[in-house]
């Protein structure tokens, strides 16, 4: 059951109109064959529209929408063999930053990524995805074990940012991001990052500092939430439409500044449409970048990564 935006609403009147004719065939002899297959076109092409058009506010609407797929569904649907690993050996694990070992296709990796959850109980395990302290120093410990074993690391990006706790900050929230940070830059395999909905803040450089960062075609990437651009400008969230046009938050926006290097098709209408099909999608971009790495040496990886971000921001 689809959850409807609400710039979807003419979608979803249409869709609750083919629903009540399905149910009327059901209990009637009457053929409404061509009728429904009119509406299921209309609403075909009102959705493919609709998502043609999409403000960066729209694009924010739908990288957050409850249905869309996170870690664990991208595990699911692109990567086989996925073995998790727990644990920082300093504090403990932590949920919202999951990863371990997998396979994509032939390959062996390493996978690492932020889970949201779907539901209330597994969105406060998971802490919404706000990664604390010893979930950054989990993705450095799984980095270190993919440079011994020269496994490439991918890595999956979903954040509103890391968690603002104060019990965080009392274990070092800041040094935590920014080792991780620096564990991807020193890398001597590979590292492909996508953003697959959110990335927000520091929160999700920690873990895409990649040689190759991409994004799905209606995420978002960002220093700062719409919502925190706009209290901090304008003195009220209600101005965060605005925000998310000024800061250019979309892999559009952001594959013109080269601030990405590629954007990965999503089914129309969005990934939680379609999450399967989706994950199919990454997977096939993530395999081709990883064969074109894999062939590059060590030292030419590392100064890859070290001249895209020294490069950000040059006319």
């Known amino acids: 059951m689809n959850s409807y935006l609400e710039f979807e609403k003419p979608v979803a009147q249409l869709d609750e109109r083919i629903a009540e004719l399905r149910a009327a065939a059901d ?7 061509n009728e429904l297959q009119r509406l299921q076109n209309k609403s075909a092409d009102l959705l493919k529209t609709t998502y043609a058009s999409l403000t960066p506010w ?3 609407q739908v990288a957050r929408h409850p249905q869309r797929p996170h870690f664990r569904d991208f595990v699911e649907h692109a990567f086989e063999d996925f073995m998790p690993l727990g644990g920082d050996r300093y504090f403990g694990d932590d949920d919202a930053i999951l990863g371990g070992f997998a396979r994509l296709g032939d390959r062996r990796i390493v996978l690492i990524g ?28 799984l980095m270190d074990l993919a440079g011994r074993f020269g496994l490439p690391v991918v890595t999956l990006v979903d954040t509103s940012g890391a968690f603002p706790g104060v019990e965080a900050e009392e274990r070092g929230q800041a040094e935590a991001i920014a080792r991780s940070t620096e564990a ?53 969230a209600d101005k965060a439409a605005d925000a ?20 990965i098709t999503e089914p129309i209408g ?8 989706a994950a199919q999608s990454l997977a096939a971009v993530v395999g081709e970048e990883l ?8 030292e030419q990886l590392q ?3 070290e001249e895209r971000f020294l490069q950000m921001g040059e006319s």
């Open 270 to 277: 969005g990934a939680h449409r379609d999450p399967a099909k």
């Open 244 to 263: 998310a046009q000024a800061m250019k938050v979309t892999a559009q926006h952001l594959r013109r500044l080269k601030v990405i290097d590629r954007i």
């Open 291 to 298: 064969d074109t790495l894999s062939k590059l040496p060590a």
């Open 114 to 141: 932020h889970e949201k959850g779907h539901d209330t109980q597994t969105r406060l395990k998971h802490n919404f995805g706000m990664g604390k302290p010893e979930g950054y120093r989990k993705a450095i410990r």
């Open 184 to 236: 991807c830059l020193a890398l001597p395999v590979p590292m492909v990052s996508v953003i697959v909905g959110e990335g927000g803040s520091g929160g999700a450089v920690a873990l895409a500092s990649a040689e190759r960062v991409l994004m799905m075609e209606h995420a978002i990437y960002s220093v700062i939430s719409p919502e925190g651009c706009a209290s901090i400008l304008w003195r009220t």
């Open 27 to 33: 209990n009637d002899d009457v053929d409404i064959g």
């Open 58 to 60: 729209q694009k924010t």
């Open 303 to 305: 100064k890859m990564r």
